[in-house]
């Protein structure tokens, strides 16, 4: 048996950071600008109805840390599940061609047990809306 | 000193920064943003290093779905500013420990390097990343699949309260 | 690709299919046993068939041979022996035993594809699906208050260990370039004197300390034992150990040229066999005393892997049966007189031998065996791993061995006067024992017996799988 030795396949690398410095240039100058631009032209006339926050017309009521209800922090957890696996889709749909039929199996696979995740989630009520869920 | 390593130490100070901003605020949203920055100087890194696959995961996956999943928690937790820290001083000790245990681990290690070491500088494409993983390390992935379904089945288990709680609740 | 040598993990793959199937059809907690019986029986048998098979699959990260295929049989029956004792499931709601046999099944699968994988990678990913299915399985049991706060312990000491883990995968890789075995094991004798690949190297064992049990990663060992089902108990007693064992061996093989690794080892055996038997003396539920117990023998398996001679090596594959085997019987009773799936004191062992003479006997020949008495097959195990490990020149180490054994003594025979020599306070009836049952007690007792007088087939056995990895 011969033993695969390094099969990562790294090529030489040569960034090139002037469009990297560039970039990040760009990206502070136009911020800084608007930001400038903004509060200089802008009138300055604070009143209580203005500092209010906006909710498209209707009058606020309560404070806006309100304890949010369990089932939507389980939907973070099923995103974040399902945001990995999305990760390992990335990764093959890269190079997916030159994979060809076997990485299409592989993929096929690892998709179907989490698509069967899904449905066991699904049947198990894991994506009900409702809060106070009724079971029997 | 070349570029690369002038933007290299610029990005690994603000990490550090940001990070140690991050466990000493006392307000959590406010700890949950500066991780965030953190993240993303760490995704910086892994580009600099030469992996742009890396880093998009670090952006799409810790910069996006835990840290929201950080906030959900904040929210739910309804945890107003306290005047408390967030972890106290007798929690700073093993803390502690474990870095002077770390940091003297780092000395030893660094103590064995004889000479120069010279950072070679590669790129893994995403391409390539995913034919190596694909072709030689596909077991792993499907492994991959199973933890991710362990986990969907432990988080409705674990996560979800029995309804009776729900009912008190909403009472 | 040869198929037929990934039979065994094919096997348990249909099965957790199967119960992720039946985890979404009608609720029938009989038929549920039944199947799960049924797979891990034709699991057993694959696994033997595919005994003598060795192939190298997946781009060669995955391994068949002696060794790995030793291991898996060994798993094939401690999942089995585990299944037969869900017989009576009743601390896990029936609705959702299916979900409990699917995920004993993927930790069984993991464990399969870990004594198999020769890649890091490979180890680390089955190892976390391992214990991500145990973080679950915790949580399962009904009516435990505070079952949050020991799963959160459990995984929070578990994330920890395999944070180091992965941390000296990553030291390990920068300073041999590989992650194959094999191409490691040609590599590391000419770095591992660099701090960077030693240290690297213990810290990637750090995983499997977690598993066995090891100081600094022992303290889930006694609140997990204590708070989940008995049935899970014993599974992670039994079959978890044994494969934490496997890759220990399997790893120690290859930086066996290291003079402070062995030290390092020295020093880890030491401190977790002492705290295991002195910690075991205090306890009241007699699973938190198994569970020290188990802390104090990985501390006696660490003394044949960390002699780091085809004697110890051979020592810790027949240690990981004897713990097995001595193990279940320990639980078998456990689990029969806590009929209604509670957690019980030694106490309440009283009468035992009145109730069931044929659990009293299993119970007492399983003790002698966990301590060593002859003619047990936990005898023979200690035996093996204290002359290895004198072999190499560790005098000492087998003299605080000797004396943390006779500490041990003294808590194994308090639980043997509960059962033998103390009198229930109120007479209890006797414990109804089917003939099952009793077939089963029969048999390890046959095995914890018959392998003490006859070890030779089985140290053979341990011997030649153990050659494999030199």
């Known amino acids: 048996m011969q033993p695969i030795v390094d099969p990562f396949p790294l090529s030489p690398w040569i960034p090139g950071p002037f469009s990297l410095i560039a970039y990040a240039f760009a990206v502070a100058v136009i911020t800084a600008i608007l930001l400038f631009v903004s509060s200089w032209l802008g009138e300055k006339k604070p009143n209580p109805e203005k500092l209010r926050p906006y909710e498209s017309g209707v009058i606020p009521t309560g404070t806006a840390r309100l304890r949010f209800p369990v089932p939507f922090y389980l939907v973070a957890i099923f995103f974040l599940i399902f945001d990995v696996e999305g990760a390992f889709i990335f990764a093959w749909a890269v190079s997916a061609e030159s994979l060809g039929w076997t990485g299409f199996l592989e993929i096929t696979f690892f998709i179907f047990v989490l698509i069967v995740g899904l449905f066991y989630v699904w049947k198990k009520g894991g994506l009900d809306w409702r809060p106070q869920r009724t079971r029997k | ?171 | ?470």
Not at chain 2, 15 to 28: F, G, K, Q, V, Y
Not at chain 3, 237 to 244: D, E, I, P, Q, R
């Open chain 3, 1 to 470: 690709m040869n198929w037929m040598a990934f039979t065994p993990e094919l096997t348990y793959v249909a099965m957790a299919a199967v119960f992720l199937g039946l985890s979404m059809a009608r609720e029938d907690h009989r038929r549920d046993f039944h199947t799960a019986l049924v797979f891990s029986a034709v699991g057993v048998g694959v696994s033997l068939a595919s005994a003598g098979v060795t192939a190298d699959l997946f781009a060669e990260s995955y391994r068949v041979d002696l060794f790995s295929q030793v291991f898996k049989v060994l798993l094939a029956c401690g999942f089995f022996l585990v299944v037969v004792l869900c017989n009576e499931l009743s601390g896990v709601k029936r609705r959702l035993h299916p979900e409990f046999y699917l995920l004993l099944t993927t930790s069984t699968l993991a464990l399969m594809l870990l004594v198999s994988s020769v890649h890091l990678l490979t180890i680390y990913v089955s190892l976390e699906l391992s214990s991500y299915s145990l973080y679950v399985l915790v949580y399962l049991r009904k009516n435990r208050p505070r079952r949050e706060s020991t799963v959160v312990h459990y995984f929070l000491i578990g994330a920890s260990a395999s944070a180091v883990m992965v941390f000296g995968i990553a030291l390990l890789y920068g300073s041999t370039r590989t992650m194959y075995a094999v191409e490691m094991a040609r590599v590391l004798p000419s770095v591992i004197s660099q701090p960077a690949a030693a240290i690297g190297f213990v810290m990637t064992l750090a995983g499997f300390f977690f598993k066995l049990a090891v100081f600094p990663f022992h303290f889930w060992a006694p609140e997990v034992y204590e708070g989940a089902v008995n049935q899970l108990t014993t599974y992670i007693a039994t079959a978890s150990k044994a494969a934490a064992i496997a890759l220990l061996v399997r790893l120690t093989a290859l930086g066996d040229s290291s003079a402070a690794l062995a030290q390092v080892l020295v020093v880890l055996s030491i401190v977790t066999m002492t705290v295991g038997n002195v910690s075991a003396i205090v306890q009241k539920d007699l699973k938190r005393l198994l569970a020290y117990s188990s802390v104090a023998h990985a501390g006696y398996v660490l003394i044949g892997i960390l002699s780091m001679n085809p004697a110890g090596y051979a020592g810790a594959v027949f240690y990981s049966a004897a713990l097995v085997t001595l193990k279940f019987t320990c639980f078998m009773v456990l689990v029969k007189v806590a009929a209604d799936g509670a957690n019980i004191t030694v106490d309440e062992l009283a009468g035992l031998h009145k109730r069931s003479p044929i659990l009293a006997l299993a119970l007492m020949l399983s003790l002698f065996g966990l301590c060593g008495i002859p003619p047990t097959i936990g005898f023979i195990g200690k035996l093996l791993v204290f002359t290895a490990a004198v072999e190499k020149g560790y005098f000492t180490l087998v003299l605080i061995a000797m004396i943390n054994v006779v500490i041990s003594l003294y808590y194994y025979l308090l639980v043997l006067k509960a059962a033998y020599l103390t009198e229930p306070k109120a007479g209890l009836p006797p414990l109804p024992v089917s003939a099952g049952d009793r077939l089963l007690a029969g048999t390890l007792i046959v095995l914890i017996v018959g392998i003490g007088f006859y070890p030779d087939p089985v140290i053979q056995i341990a011997r030649s799988a153990a050659a494999v990895l030199l």
């Open chain 2, 1 to 171: 000193m070349t570029i690369y390593s002038a933007i290299f130490y610029l990005l690994a100070a603000l990490i550090i920064a940001t990070t140690a901003l991050a466990i000493t605020r006392r307000n959590l949203v406010h700890a949950v943003v500066y991780l965030v920055i953190s993240f993303f100087g760490s995704a910086l890194l892994f580009f600099l290093l030469g992996a742009p696959f890396l880093a998009a995961l670090e952006v799409i996956i810790y910069a996006g779905a835990i840290m929201v999943l950080f906030l959900f928690i904040v929210m739910m937790l309804r945890i107003e500013e306290s005047k408390r820290r967030i972890f106290p001083l007798s929690q700073w000790i093993p803390a502690a420990v474990l870095c002077v245990i770390y940091l003297g681990m780092l000395a030893v290690i660094l103590s064995g390097i004889e000479g120069d070491m010279r950072l070679e500088t590669a790129v893994a494409v995403p391409a390539a990343f995913s034919m190596w993983i694909f072709r030689h390390g596909w077991l792993a992935v499907e492994i991959a699949s199973l933890i991710l379904l362990v986990a969907l089945i432990g988080a409705l288990h674990i996560g979800r309260r029995p309804a009776a709680a729900d009912k008190k609740e909403a009472q």
